[in-house]
């Protein structure tokens, strides 16, 4: 039960073997592999490191006395199958393939021999990795990076070199450098996934140009970013639109928004370019934690000032202000023209012990969140010493400094001092607050992150069968589109209001159906041809009479004959027409994306909505706090509340509707597309006039059953739910009882003081080290985790506690913990146990164990595994009762390795 990365052999061995032609001959060697041998003998790498030539180093029995942790090979590609096939031999359990111009077939051949072998593959076409603490220079980027505390992943070689090359000058350093190219069998999930693990790693940008699987890439960054601040930059960030759109959403949200509504989801930040790159990595460079929105400038010039103040308006933050107590102790101690009104600005006149004032003045107040420290060179003034002054301030700064020197060749020196105090430093204003809305923003995205919602709310249980059936019926007739009747008959059963609208298939029906219902009513045709009805006049609103509905019918059937001859008509369908009270028109959505699949999209509704073009979007499954951060991103958001003359709308309803949304997406994997437009808000609840809803054509193949929601794999969604079907409620020995239930992000702090309390020996049965504690890094791993790759069940505990004045309160407490992940074969996982030492020999432990078992087992896994320390009895004792195969561990004779074949 180690907690070891299982690519710790790739990105931190402790032997290496060089496969890369004969090094003494560079003439018949390629070009990467002189740039790689050049790159790893320019230091002296910490482990063992050996250079091999295939074509005449020893034979089979030689190399299999040689072992290795990883194998670097870099060959002509006729040669790498062969290469590989020796790393194999060799006993290599990595190997890292450095090459270019691989085609997609080679690749294939070598990820088959990397398989069948055991090795886990980086490459081919990768320009290698670099990992400075290490001294190990694999790659053919160039020199090797300052070590440091920044990790780099990137799709592309030719930008990886460029970053490095920035760096150099810049005086940031690097955890790890690590390039994947076109066709690489590692990608970029499993270097997030590895680089989430690591302690030398604060801080992760990725370059990335395509991803191969959504579902891993979305659960690698959520654990990255839950652990660490990523910043990703995405290239081909124009979309050419979705031509194949059959509803308005669809037709107006680029795969590029998407990826926006991905990365906040997954709590990393995006950068729009290379500049904003190297912006946010100065910053993560200088280990700067994610904080709120409010900067405070402090500046000896107006001007530079109040434009960094215009450019915080501009991107959402706000200007951090000294409250009135900050600001009276404060100005006495300033030049006379220094104003403290909004900028703290500290006048022309002002010197480095100015700057130090406002500085420490900044850094204590409460409204503040971070510092730009921007200087101007006067006549007279002395740049070197006031960046001196700014790097001994940012020594005990409780909170995020940047700088901004402007000018050019006066302030070099200065620039120099601040970039050597890792004080991120920048030519503009501009930069310098862009640089700080990024902190801001990951910021904000983490809370996003650390919501983890059911598939099913707790409103109302929907009809799912019903919605069902509907579905298989119109899939039956060989049909995608729902009409509005039948789009509407889904909302309703999943309890969203609806205008009550029937079908009339002749003019007479439809007087009759109008007049039961009363006037004024609306018609619309009813075809399952035409998808926008008011372009072919097939809508006629506020009809006030019986002969008026009459006449309006064949009008409207004629016409629509006559604008669309092909068009099958079934009739026209009657509606109330909607309360005509002050309602807001809302459209919410549904899309599908390639690959990320379901996104819900929230904006202005009705008529104008192409051209407003408000999308809000969130990917499902949604809370009521997603829901609301949700409706606040959208622009109609602002005419929400009291607004014209208006009463405020019922946002508990609007809310609710999009819950509701949101467990049809969980519900129904054949949806692909879907319109409720409009959707009228009021303050009185909100209704669904019309809508509109698309299906998956690849729903035919399988019967109209994607995936059932029973099995709760959810395999259409990215994120996958909160699952909520297996908490249960078990009695305890002895009286009592405790809630069995999943893991989630805001259970950190419990299972910091379930570690805390642990007796040293218990807590090295499980850690195998003398942690006192689980680091930050460590307890993100642990409590916010993708339910689809691995579960974590806690064993939840109410306390009563009486304080001194007699007040009885509960509090929660976790007294257990079982956990799987699921191995890297996707067939077997492996498993870690922890129980409070005060429930140890209580049965605790076994019933914990059979119910990750048995979540494994619905899951389709077929073995269970860990390793437990060959002195610790009790747990192998509970493994043997548990039916567990205890057999010897080779790699290590402390401990042993215990099977279950589930």
Same mark, same amino acid.
């Given at each position: ?21 004969? !090094? ?28 091999? =030539? ?60 990397? /398989? ?19 001294? &190990? ?7 090797? #990076? ?20 920035? @760096? ?8 790890? +450098?690590?390039? &994947?190219? !076109? ?55 124009? !979309? ?12 107006? +949200? ?25 912006? @946010? ?22 001007? !530079? ?23 009276? #102790? ?70 995020? &400094? ?9 302030? @070099? ?54 919605? $069902? ?37 002749? #003019? ?46 064949? =009008? ?37 994306? =390639? ?96 809508? /509109? ?6 729903? %035919? ?11 709760? %794999? ?14 249960? +409620? ?22 910091? $003081? ?41 064993? &939840? ?39 409070? =030492? ?29 390793? +437990? ?17 205890? $057999? ?15």
């Amino acid at each position: 039960m180690m907690d070891k990365h299982y690519l710790t052999s790739l990105f931190s061995p402790g032997s290496v073997i060089v496969l890369a032609g004969d !090094p003494d001959a560079p003439e018949a060697q390629t070009p990467q592999a002189r740039a790689l041998c050049e790159a790893i003998k320019a230091q002296r790498f910490t482990g063992q490191l050996q250079f091999f =030539d295939i074509h005449t180093s020893g034979t089979l029995a030689d190399l299999a006395q040689t072992r290795a942790d990883l194998a670097i090979i870099a060959q002509p590609a006729h040669d790498l199958p062969a290469a590989l096939e020796v790393a194999g031999r060799m006993n290599c359990r990595s190997a890292l393939v450095l090459s270019n111009g691989v085609d997609a077939a080679l690749a294939e051949q070598l990820r088959k021999i990397a /398989r069948r072998e055991g090795m886990h593959l980086l490459g081919p076409n990768s320009l290698g990795m670099q990992r400075p603490y290490l001294q &190990l220079n694999a790659s053919a980027a160039g020199p090797m #990076a300052r070590d440091g505390s920044l990790a780099l992943v990137c799709q592309s070689g030719a930008l990886t070199a460029s970053i490095l090359d920035w @760096a150099a000058n810049n005086a940031v350093g690097f955890s790890s +450098v690590i390039s &994947l190219g !076109p066709h690489t069998d590692l990608g970029l999930s499993e270097a997030l996934d590895f680089l989430a693990n690591d302690a030398r790693t604060q801080s992760i940008v990725v370059y990335m140009e395509g991803i191969q699987d959504a579902r891993r890439f979305m659960s690698a960054v959520r654990s990255a970013a839950f652990a660490k601040p990523v910043v990703v930059l995405k290239a081909g960030r124009k !979309p050419a639109g979705n031509q194949a759109a059959l509803t308005h959403s669809g037709a107006i +949200v680029g795969s590029d928004d998407v990826f926006d509504a991905v990365l906040r989801r997954a709590g990393a930040v995006r950068v729009r370019s290379f500049v904003e790159l190297f912006s @946010a990595a100065k910053c993560l460079a200088s280990r700067y934690r994610p904080v709120g929105r409010r900067l405070a400038v402090v500046t000896n010039g107006g001007g !530079p000032g109040v434009l960094a103040a215009d450019w915080e308006n501009e991107i959402g933050l706000d200007l951090g202000r000294l409250t009135p107590q900050s600001c009276a #102790a404060l100005a006495p101690k300033l030049p006379a023209q220094a104003s403290l009104a909004d900028l703290i600005d500290v006048s022309e006149e002002a010197g480095p012990e100015h700057f130090t004032l406002a500085l420490n003045a900044a850094f204590s107040d409460p409204q503040v969140d971070g510092v730009l420290a921007i200087f101007s060179p006067k006549p007279g003034g002395d740049p070197d010493a006031i960046a001196t002054a700014l790097a001994e301030a940012k020594r005990l700064a409780p909170k995020p &400094l940047l700088s901004c020197c402007m000018g050019d060749a006066s302030v @070099a020196q200065a620039r120099k001092i601040l970039r050597e105090a890792q004080i991120p430093t920048f030519r503009t204003p501009e930069a310098a607050v862009g640089a700080f809305g990024n902190i801001a923003s990951f910021y904000q995205n983490q809370q996003l992150l650390q919501q983890t919602p059911p598939s099913l709310t707790t409103l109302v249980k929907p009809d799912i069968e019903g919605a $069902r059936l509907v579905i298989e019926s119109v899939l039956a007739e060989r049909r995608n589109v729902l009409t509005e009747m039948e789009s509407k008959t889904l909302l309703a059963a999943f309890h969203i209001p609806v205008t009550k609208t029937l079908l009339a298939r002749n #003019a007479h029906e439809a007087m009759m159906i109008a007049t039961q219902l009363g006037f004024p009513v609306a018609l619309k045709i009813h075809s399952p041809d035409i998808a926008h009805k008011s372009d072919v006049g097939g809508v006629a609103l506020n009809v006030q009479n019986g002969a008026a509905v009459r006449d309006a019918y064949n =009008d409207m059937v004629q016409r629509v004959a006559r604008l669309q001859p092909d068009a099958r008509i079934d009739g026209v369908t009657v509606q109330k027409m909607a309360r005509a009270r002050r309602g807001r028109e809302i459209c919410i959505g549904l899309v599908s994306d =390639d690959p990320f699949g379901p996104v819900i999209t929230f904006g202005a509704g009705g008529t104008m909505i192409e051209l407003i073009n408000d999308r809000a979007m969130e990917l499902p499954p949604l809370n009521q706090f997603l829901a609301r951060s949700l409706i606040d991103r959208s622009r109609v958001a602002e005419t929400l509340g009291e607004w014209r003359g208006a009463s405020a709308v019922d946002m508990q309803a609007l809310e609710q509707v999009l819950l509701r949304v949101s467990e049809m997406v969980c519900a129904l994997p054949q949806l692909r597309e879907m319109d409720i437009n409009p959707l009228i808000v009021d303050e009185q609840g909100a209704v669904a006039v019309d809508a /509109r809803i698309a299906l998956h054509e690849a729903a %035919h193949a399988s019967g109209g059953r994607v995936e059932s929601t029973g099995s709760g %794999h959810f395999s259409h969604l990215s994120i996958h739910p909160y699952p909520a079907r297996y908490e249960q +409620v078990w009695p305890l020995r002895g009286g009592g009882e405790c809630l069995v239930r999943p893991i989630r992000p805001d259970d950190a702090q419990m299972v910091q $003081r379930l570690v805390k309390e642990l007796s040293p020996e218990s807590r090295y049965f499980r850690f195998v080290s003398q942690i006192a504690e689980l680091p930050p890094t460590m307890l993100s791993r642990f409590t916010l985790i993708d339910y689809d790759r691995e579960m974590a069940l806690v064993a &939840l505990l109410r306390e009563r506690e009486v304080d001194e004045e007699g007040e009885v309160s509960h509090k929660e407490r976790i007294i257990g913990v079982s956990r799987y992940v699921t191995n890297p074969d996707h067939t077997s996982c492996e498993f870690a146990l922890l129980v409070a =030492d005060d429930f140890a020999g209580k049965g605790l432990g076994s019933r914990l164990m059979h119910s990750i078992m048995e979540v494994a087992r619905d899951r389709g896994l077929a073995e269970i595994q860990g390793l +437990v320390l060959a002195n610790n009895p009790t747990m192998l004792k509970l493994m043997r009762r548990l039916g567990f195969e205890v $057999r010897a561990f080779d790699e290590d004779p402390d401990f042993r390795l215990v099977v279950h074949q589930l």
